[in-house]
């Protein structure tokens, strides 16, 4: 009898188990975020919660498709007991330009997810952006620091000559001086004109703010566009270690 006891108690653990990690799918529709749905991936008791921004011309198709890594290996995030929600454009047919990307709008949206967020659960709100998404990012922590516990910026835009991005570096976008945690992640190869290395280097050691840590790199591969998914500017090869290592800093 004991051991049916003992049995039933492991095979009820078991039960329990399953269901704490079992990835949960499902989407926000809410008008005052966006027209788009947003994709959440969690699991039932998780830590915190992580809004990603991807670059180029945003999120803009109802499925959710990306080929960028965060969304990639948001499941990951997710095993590490963190909730993913995927930020969307405002509708499919309008792109995240980089004026756009600081618009009062789309800051806007962004506050209403995050407001949305902390109306379901208590956890810590955190924000990356990578590439071009490091403009929202930065802009919003700017705006709106008491809404979030940190921010993310992977591959970030950091200074260039480039007529499009000169005017959004992290440098012109947050300054020297940002109130809430910040983690910098970048590759030391990333080869995309307007995200390089030695300037997000320097951007690091000249900013003030509660918290903050560079992720540097050097392994992976290159085989795509020089600014895209595949390439040492989207961590190819590496994936998988580069968002291990920014779920350990949210976790902290």
Known sequence: MKKILIFKLLFLFFLLSCKSFAVEQ??????????????VT????????????????GMKNKMGKSKNFLKR?????VEKGIAFYLFPNVNSFTKASYPRRISEDRIGRLNELVKY?????DKPIFIIGFSRGAVDAGFYAKKYPESISGIILASGIYKNDSNK?????????????I????????HEKDLCSVTQYKYAKSFFKKLKAPKKNLLNYTGGT??????????????????LKVVNDIADWINQ
């Open 179 to 186: 109130k809430v945690g910040t983690l910098i992640v970048h």
């Open 117 to 121: 967020i902390s109306s379901i659960n």
């Open 42 to 57: 969690k699991i039932e008791n998780f830590n915190a919660n992580l809004i990603g921004i991807i670059g180029g011309k």
């Open 165 to 177: 991005a000169k005017n959004f570096s992290m440098k012109k976008i947050i300054g020297k001086k």
């Open 73 to 77: 290996y948001k499941d990951n995030f």
């Open 26 to 39: 499902s989407k926000i529709e809410n008008k005052k975020i966006s027209d788009l749905p947003v994709f």
């Open 222 to 239: 290159g085989t795509g566009r020089e600014c895209g998914p595949y390439h040492y500017h989207g961590f190819e090869g590496i994936e």
